[in-house]
């Protein structure tokens, strides 16, 4: 009885221990409104991910994270959100469990999601609203493939594959601005009702005068324009995502969950550590563009779709 | 052309392209993956995707109001297109001039909150003690020009003006506020929201308190009285009476699929503008206590496509007399003379008081359904019941008769009630309304929408209407969308119109019918790229059966009859051009031109061309300044009338605001930046106007704020 009983005080002691040593930091700016609030969302997703005790730190602009993030214990998983937070930590290549969110770049040594969505996120989006659709076209930077889209089919450098969702991805390669609106000009004389043309967050060479071109195209030999960026949306582009903070909040509070059950890191050990595409989004459908398309929203389809924005 | 230079400096300095990145927002540089700023406020909830009526229609957010560094709704309603705000005698009570209709009163226009009105049956207006509104609690306010009978019912005329309160979801952070200024105006405010679990709730309270305006009245109807009567009591010239103490409350609370919205609209020391008698008194104050309650649940799982709503609400509205209302100072013979212009009577000692109080009830409850399980349809249907009653009347005055003893009251006997006599102005008496209405939104072809209405009331006091409503909208083109827009509409009469007894000169008629107008609206949309939307539309209206105080065959009264017809057409034109990220100009132009068809003369009052002109600029350090134009151009003057046109005017208000912190903001704003001498017509009367030199407004002012949010 009395060995239980010691038994059962350890077991406590130690969980105690265990407990008070994966805190997880969350360390992110202080913005105004209403950009504070996507941090906020972001946060209390976290927070529920990880399901155990987390400290949140909130720094203005003029405080540094890293004299902050150098003083925890590297048991501790650190939670850094936004770019400029983000940049600060991962250029001091520390050994902290470092995981970075709510970011637009690519950052090395650390864990993280980024905010660029997953092509599997966008397309499963693009074949309920447009099963007719057989080939979707991206312009991206020479050297792009399949797989980084994230399409689950390798890193093969093939200019076609067979994506997810039954249709095919063809990347069209550019270098720059200039040759992306050649291409781009080419390519509107191809595309038809089967064809879908996606603008990536970045890297598709896209500006104003090349969107506005495009979408009137679009309207006119009624192909499908979605984007990764829903300001596009509000243009005129069928549709795009954008992340559902909450949740990402909690896929990264999960991560750091399973990092920090992780085996403590030691001196100079070598650990994988990358960046994970979102998968994490809503949905948003212009309702013009898709009336245009002749794209009947039943309600069903509604629910699936998050935000639409109203006819003129 | 001094104004012009100064404004055209500003723009040049605003179309700098150099500024710096603004601080808060360099942790922001992910906003592309949200879409604009915009889409961020959407996609956490701060504010909803806005889907505008198939109508021609207006929506200025929160963010707007507070860029315009207004602190009471009129100041935001001057930026949309066609519409004119101007002033009443009494109370200098807002008139929204929609497109060249006006009338006594402004009852042709529907004012709701939360979509709930808040028309009073007294005269059909807002409130005779409306004292302003102001706009912390405001989430947005949608305005529809045209008639919207077909939806809304009643008095949904010459255009509808929606006020959306914040919800609980929108106010995510405490804030409170001060804001002092010229005028003696001092306005205190404190938003508050939260949540526990599925309970959402927030609330708003706000005081402002004001003088309202240095404007002064050089003469008044007293003025002609001591001219033609030898007694030199008038307190002309003298200050317009526009002082205010408001409390304004809202709560909201949100459980599930029920929610609960309660309001107050506590209105003290309210000023009597120029007079009812359109004699300054400076003394005169009015108060008003306004109470409503809305209940709300939404359900959308009982029936698979279909979303149900039920909403009951009620509103509890006064309007009272703090101490005794003069209609003529001390002194004052009164308006009681005889065809040679002897009075009556002597002087009044303490003036011609009247002290007239009503307290109104009004009781709704609604039911909407919507149905999206037709292809190709959304299908809306809705019934429901309102019952309204002025419950009680009051009346002391120091003239007319005495019901007691059946004699004239006399200068210098005290006050007499009259109420509950036969003796008073207006009888006690309700209306019930019963409605039902459908409506189907039609996909005719892939960039063919078809909007067909149609709208049945009962009236327990004036019979039956139906009013319907179509509208076509084409897309014609990636850039270019047109509407062809069609409605019709009533306009209730008022209890004043229909059961004012005792006046000496008008009477009213319980037979009156409502006033009807027919609109005819074609409007563009065309975006011919992504920094410019440019907007126009073309009208056509015929108003008939207006009611007017016609001469009866006694010729000593006037009683009301449906006897006028109006004519209008115009256009309004309205563009956004976003120059540059830190840079927004945002202007309209809208002309009507209105006749008068029983006279065959132009319709007097509304400004036949206005122009609203707004720069709205981001310097480095999170500066933000917004100056506005307005240009109120070519009013008509009544029919008989023979004072000269009143001068066009243009009034300047500029706004600077600075977010020091993530919780201090600051304020500046400047009404009437270069002190323009505006006024608003006052009316025509015999054998003059009282009220001669029209009704000023105020000249500059300035106010600053701060902000605090935690």
């Given at each position: 009885m009395r060995a239980l009983f010691v038994a059962l005080a350890a077991l406590i002691f130690c969980r105690s221990v265990t407990a008070a040593a994966v805190e997880l930091v969350i360390v992110y700016p202080q913005v105004r409104e209403p950009f504070a609030r996507v941090f906020e969302e972001i946060v209390r997703g976290a927070e529920d991910g990880y399901g155990q005790k987390v400290q949140r730190v909130a720094l203005a602009e003029n405080q540094s994270p890293v004299d902050f993030v150098h003083?925890?214990?590297?048991?501790s998983p650190v939670l850094v959100l936004g770019n400029r937070l983000a940049r600060q930590v991962s250029k001091q290549n520390l050994q902290h469990k470092v995981i970075v969110g709510a970011v637009n770049g690519e950052f090395n040594g650390v864990y993280g999601i980024s905010l660029t969505p997953s092509f599997e996120s966008i397309s499963s989006k693009l074949r309920f609203l447009v099963?007719?659709?057989r080939k979707v076209h991206v312009i991206a930077k020479p050297g792009t493939t399949a797989g980084d889209f994230d399409l689950g089919v390798g890193n093969s450098p093939v200019q076609e594959s067979e994506g997810l969702h039954g249709f095919s991805l063809i990347i069209h390669e550019a270098e720059d601005i200039r040759t992306a609106a050649t291409v781009y000009r080419n390519l509107m004389q191809t595309l038809d009702k089967d064809d879908a043309l996606w603008i990536l967050p970045r890297g598709s060479f896209v500006n104003n005068a090349m969107l506005s071109i495009l979408l009137q195209e679009s309207w006119e030999k009624r192909f499908v324009v979605f984007s990764s960026n829903p300001v596009h949306v509000k243009r005129g582009a069928l549709f795009s995502v954008y992340p559902n903070n909450y949740k990402m909040g909690l896929s990264l509070g999960h991560l750091a969950q399973t990092i920090a059950d992780d085996q403590p890191f030691s001196e100079g050990q070598e650990i994988v550590r990358e960046m994970q595409l979102l998968s994490d989004v809503f949905v948003t459908l212009n309702e013009r563009t898709s009336n245009h398309l002749g794209i009947n929203l039943t309600d069903d389809m509604r629910e699936h779709i998050d935000l639409v924005l109203p006819a003129r | 052309m001094t104004k012009l230079y100064a404004v055209f400096v500003l723009l040049s300095l605003a179309c700098n392209p150099t500024f710096a990145e603004n601080s808060l927002n360099s942790d922001v540089d992910f906003a592309g993956f949200y879409g604009d700023e915009d889409y961020v406020s959407i996609a956490t909830g701060t504010t909803q995707p806005i889907a505008k009526a198939p109508a021609v229609a207006s929506v200025i957010t929160a963010s707007q109001i507070s860029a315009m560094g207004a602190r009471d709704i009129d100041q935001v309603l001057e930026s949309v297109p066609g519409l004119h705000i101007s002033r009443d005698v009494i109370g200098y009570n807002a008139q929204y001039l929609f497109r060249g209709i006006s009338s006594?009163?402004?009852?042709q226009v529907l004012m709701l909150i939360n979509g709930i009105p808040i028309t009073n049956l007294f005269q059909g207006d807002r409130n005779v003690v409306w004292g302003g509104m102001p706009v912390e609690s405001i989430s947005r306010i949608e305005v529809i020009r045209g008639p919207g009978s077909a939806l809304y019912g009643a008095d949904a005329f010459a255009g509808v003006i929606n006020i959306v309160t914040k919800t609980a979801d929108e106010v995510k952070r405490n804030s409170a506020g001060v804001r002092v200024g010229s005028f003696d105006t001092t306005d205190v405010w404190f938003t508050g929201a939260g949540e526990k679990g599925e309970l959402g709730y927030m609330g708003t309270i706000e005081f402002t308190k004001t003088d309202g305006s240095d404007a002064v009245i050089s003469g008044d109807a007293q003025s002609l009285l001591d001219l033609i009567t030898g007694t030199a009591v008038s307190n002309a010239p003298g200050s317009v009476n526009r002082s205010a103490e408001n409390i304004e409350l809202r709560l909201e609370a949100s459980y599930k699929k029920l929610r609960l919205r309660a309001g107050s609209q506590i209105r003290n020391n309210i000023g009597d503008g120029a007079g009812a008698a359109q004699a300054l008194n400076p003394g005169n104050k009015f108060s008003s206590q306004r109470f409503n309650v809305d209940l709300t649940y939404t359900d959308e799982d009982i029936f698979d496509n279909t979303l149900i709503e039920f909403q009951t609400s009620y509103f509890d509205t006064s309007q009272e007399v703090e101490g005794n209302f003069i209609l003529y100072p001390a002194g004052s013979t009164g308006p009681f003379l005889d065809p040679f212009g002897v009075p009556f009577f002597p002087p009044f000692p303490d003036g011609v008081i009247g002290n007239p109080e009503i307290f109104e009830r009004h009781t709704r409850f609604g039911m909407r359904l919507e149905h999206s399980g037709i292809s190709k349809h959304r299908i809306s249907a809705g019934a429901g019941y309102y019952d309204g009653e002025i419950d009680k009347i009051t009346e002391w005055k120091n003239f007319g008769i005495n019901p007691d003893t059946m004699f004239p009251i006399l200068p210098g006997d005290p006050l007499v009630d009259v109420s509950?006599?036969?003796?008073?102005?207006?009888t006690e008496d309700s209306r019930d309304n019963k409605y039902v209405f459908l409506q189907d939104v039609w996909q005719l072809a892939n960039d063919w929408e078809l909007t067909a209405g149609l709208r049945h009331d009962s009236y327990s006091d004036f019979g039956l209407t139906t009013n319907p409503r179509l509208a076509l909208v084409w897309s014609t083109s990636y850039k270019l969308t047109t509407k062809l827009l069609y409605g019709e509409a009533f306009r209730a009469p008022s209890f004043a119109q229909t059961r004012a007894i005792n006046n000496p000169l008008i009477l009213g008629n319980i037979n009156l019918k409502p006033e009807e107008i027919k609109s005819y609206e074609l409007a563009f949309d065309y975006r011919p790229n992504y920094e410019l939307t440019l907007m126009t539309n073309f009208f056509y209206y015929d108003w008939t059966d207006i009611i007017q105080f016609k001469s009866d065959t006694n010729n000593s009264t006037r009683t009301a009859q449906n006897s006028g017809e109006q004519t209008g057409y115009g256009m309004e034109f309205e563009a956004t051009w976003?120059?540059?990220?830190?840079f927004t100009l945002t202007g309209n132009f809208a002309m009507q031109n209105s006749t008068d068809e029983t006279q065959d003369v132009p319709a007097a009052k509304s400004p036949e061309k206005q122009l609203y002109l707004r720069a709205d600029w981001v310097f480095p350090k999170d500066w933000r300044v917004n100056v506005r134009a307005n240009w109120v151009m070519d009013r008509n003057r009544l029919s008989g009338d023979m004072r000269p046109d009143i001068d066009d005017y243009i009034v300047f208000d500029l706004s600077l605001r600075n977010v020091m912190s993530n919780t201090f903001e600051f304020a500046l704003t400047v009404n009437n930046l270069f002190d323009e001498d505006a006024r608003e017509p006052s009316p025509n009367s015999d054998p003059r106007p009282f009220i001669f030199n029209d009704l000023p407004l105020s000249g500059r002012a300035l106010l600053g704020e701060i902000r605090y949010s935690f």
């Open positions: 003083v925890l214990d590297r048991q099963p007719s659709v | 006594d009163f402004n009852p509950d006599t036969p003796f008073v102005f207006l976003q120059a540059t990220d830190n």
